[in-house]
């Protein structure tokens, strides 16, 4: 079967805007930032704290964190799934299924990126930074916040990375989203569905939006390390 | 005699196994210009930064205008009061104006009054013409200057500089002993640590030697 016919149907269906297609993609990108906006700012917090401040187990946690970063999201999706299955300890809310299900294991999944890069980006800045704004009067949070200011295109280098990372992210969500049309279908399951099916038309399409995310994103980082100073 | 405001007493810190400050005893009077002088690695920068709360002293009392604390505690209000200037300052990823502005905006301070300050601020370290370059991309001697005025700002009851002279050019170190010839002028107390000869024969100034962990005073 050649790849024109399929490719020429899924420039159609992007160009003429189909209900479904839309749908998807609209879900898809909700799902991916209401996560990364839940879970960006506890998780910098932890990064900045990982980095900062010295306590028993301190360094234990960072290799956790790092270890959690190569874990396989299709086993975050499996313990995810067994909390939130009907016998699961969290079972009674009722949420596996559902949008809100994906939005979990999207932040479990963002959550290790979001540590990782934060405490790289606030041990990599210059001492002097907390040392002026503590000697300027700065309260430690105050100070902390000024480091983080002064390391603010590594953290949104982090929150972009984590994005890309749970936007084209299809094993956890098929496990605790189901993959449900209208409800939990979003753009890499909707692919890894229609594949199956042969219908490759709207897979096709859906891979040029989550390439041009992909694009976007990159050229947003490339953007950030001009900003920052990195070209 | 002149009012004390700053006392140290029994101050010691050790490093890597070596005594670098080892009972060491300190006056400043209000007001007074201070020079500390030492070979390198004889810890006045240590000393200044446990002066200043950025370092911890293992042993030793600080009293601030008769207000006293038992090190490693160091009040976090004495912060308002002492300011410490790094021997190459770290300016922030801001403007030269919000670098200048930094300490007021901690202190909550705002509106009419607040500008005004670092308007001052900014033509009392003669950095205007660079009020619109990066600070990252300002020369050694301007970036001094900026911290300085971004310290003077706040009128510090002390203010602590480290080296404020080193690998500076000539007009860079030349502007910015001007600078500390007029803080000493108007009265601020100043403790500055340096090498740098003009400095040290400032006529306003006492002078001190740090030696083996030691303050003694020089002629």
Redesign the interface.
């Known amino acids: 079967m050649g790849l024109l016919e399929p490719t020429r149907e899924a420039f159609a269906l992007l160009l003429r805007g189909d209900a479904e297609l839309l749908r998807i993609i609209w879900l898809s990108l909700w799902l991916s930032l209401a996560a990364i906006a839940l879970i960006s700012p506890p998780s910098i917090a932890l990064g900045v704290l990982l980095a900062k401040r010295r306590f028993p187990g301190q360094r234990a946690m960072v290799v956790l964190v790092q270890a959690l970063l190569s874990f396989p999201t299709v086993v975050i999706g499996l313990v995810i799934y067994l909390l939130l299955s009907r016998r699961g300890p969290l079972g009674t809310l009722e949420l596996l299924f559902t949008p809100s299900a994906i939005v979990i294991g999207y932040m479990a999944i963002a959550f290790p990126i979001l540590v990782v890069f934060t405490v790289s980006a606030v041990q990599g800045a210059?001492a002097?930074?907390y040392?002026?704004?503590?000697?300027?009067?700065?309260?430690r949070a105050?100070a902390a916040l000024?480091v983080l200011?002064?390391v603010r295109f590594g953290i949104i280098a982090a929150v972009v990375n984590a994005f890309g990372r749970v936007i084209s992210e299809v094993g956890c969500a098929i496990m605790v989203g189901g993959n449900i049309a209208g409800l939990t279908r979003n753009m890499p399951t909707a692919i890894a569905l229609e594949t199956s099916k042969g219908d490759f038309a709207q897979g096709i399409a859906l891979g040029m939006v989550l390439m041009a995310v992909a694009l976007g994103i990159n050229i947003v980082m490339a953007l950030l390390q001009g900003e920052g100073?990195l070209k | 005699m002149s009012e004390i405001l700053f006392e140290a007493s029994g101050l010691a810190r050790q490093l890597g196994g070596r005594r670098v400050i080892d009972g060491l005893s300190l006056r400043l009077e209000r007001g007074q210009g201070y020079v500390m002088l030492g070979d390198n690695g004889s810890g006045k920068t240590t000393l200044l930064r446990i002066l200043?709360?950025?370092e911890a002293a293992d042993a030793g009392v600080l009293r601030f205008q008769g207000e006293q604390t038992l090190l490693p505690r160091y009040p976090?209000a004495w912060?308002?009061r002492?300011?410490?200037?790094?021997q190459?300052?770290?300016l922030?990823?801001t403007s030269v104006t919000g670098n200048i502005a930094?300490?007021l905006k901690?202190?909550g301070e705002r509106g009419e009054q607040w500008k005004r300050k670092v308007e001052e601020a900014i033509d009392w370290a003669g950095v205007r013409e660079v009020i619109a370059v990066p600070p990252?991309k300002l020369s050694g001697g301007e970036r001094q200057r900026v911290a300085m005025a971004?310290?003077k700002v706040?009128s510090p009851q002390l203010l602590l500089l480290d080296e404020p002279t080193a690998n500076l050019d000539a007009d860079g170190r030349h502007r910015t002993i001007e600078l500390l010839a007029r803080l000493c002028a108007e009265g601020v107390t100043v403790l500055t640590a340096c090498h740098d000869r003009e400095i040290i024969e400032l006529p306003e100034v006492r002078r001190f030697h740090l030696e083996g962990g030691k303050l003694a005073p020089l002629a």
């Not at chain 1, 040392?131 to 009067?137: D, H, Y």
């Not at chain 2, 002492?82 to 790094?86: G, K």
């Open positions: 210059d002097r930074v040392e002026t704004a503590r000697s300027l009067g700065a309260s105050g000024t200011r002064e100073g | 200043a709360g950025l976090d912060r308002w002492a300011v410490y200037v790094h190459h300052p770290y922030f990823n930094y300490g901690v202190r990252q971004r310290a706040l």
